[in-house]
C-alpha cells in the first residue's frame, strides 16, 4: 500500500492509537510509512480537541507535533467546500480534505459518509477500520 494517501476519521485515529486496540495495526502501519496521512488545518484542530478530552492536553499536543513532523503526512488546504454530508456538515472536512489530496481512501466508521457512495462526482472510496486491515495492512 505504500504512498497511498488516506484521509483517517477523528473518532478511527483515537481508536487506532491504544497499544491494545484491534485497529493498532493501522497505526503501526502509519509508523511504518505504509501510507500517506492527509491532514488539513480543521482535521488537525478536531484531532486535537477529541484526543485531549479522551486523554490529557500534554498527549494531545505530542499527538499533533509527531504528526506535524512525520515525512509521510501530507498536509493540504482545500480550496473547495463540497458540502456532500448534510446530515453532520462537520463530516466535510474530511471529504474535503480527501478531494484536495487525490486520497485514494477515507476511512471512517461513520455512517454519514455512506451518502458518498452515491456521488457520481467525486467518488470517494469509503473504508471500515477492518476494511481496511483487511485489505492494506494485514493482521
Given amino acids: 500500500m505504500d504512498n497511498r494517501p488516506v484521509v483517517i476519521d477523528t473518532n478511527c485515529l483515537i481508536q487506532m492509537l491504544s497499544k491494545k486496540s484491534p485497529y493498532r495495526p493501522i497505526w503501526d502501519a502509519f509508523l511504518g510509512k505504509r501510507f500517506i496521512l492527509c491532514v488539513s488545518n480543521e482535521i488537525l484542530d478536531e484531532y486535537q480537541e477529541i484526543i485531549e478530552e479522551q486523554t490529557t492536553t500534554q498527549i494531545a499536543e505530542n499527538v499533533i507535533l509527531f504528526l506535524m513532523n ?13 458540502q456532500l454530508i448534510t446530515a453532520n456538515p ?13 486520497a485514494d ?10 451518502v458518498l457512495s452515491k456521488t457520481p462526482f ?4 469509503i473504508l471500515t477500520m477492518d476494511e481496511f486491515i483487511k485489505t492494506f495492512v494485514g493482521t
Avoid: G, Q
Fill in 105 to 114: 481512501y477515507i476511512v471512517s466508521e461513520d455512517t454519514h459518509f455512506d
Fill in 70 to 82: 512525520c515525512s509521510n503526512v501530507k498536509y493540504v488546504d482545500p480550496h473547495f467546500r463540497l
Fill in 122 to 125: 467525486p467518488a470517494f472510496s
Fill in 90 to 102: 462537520d463530516d466535510n472536512k474530511f471529504v474535503d480534505c480527501a478531494f484536495a489530496s487525490n
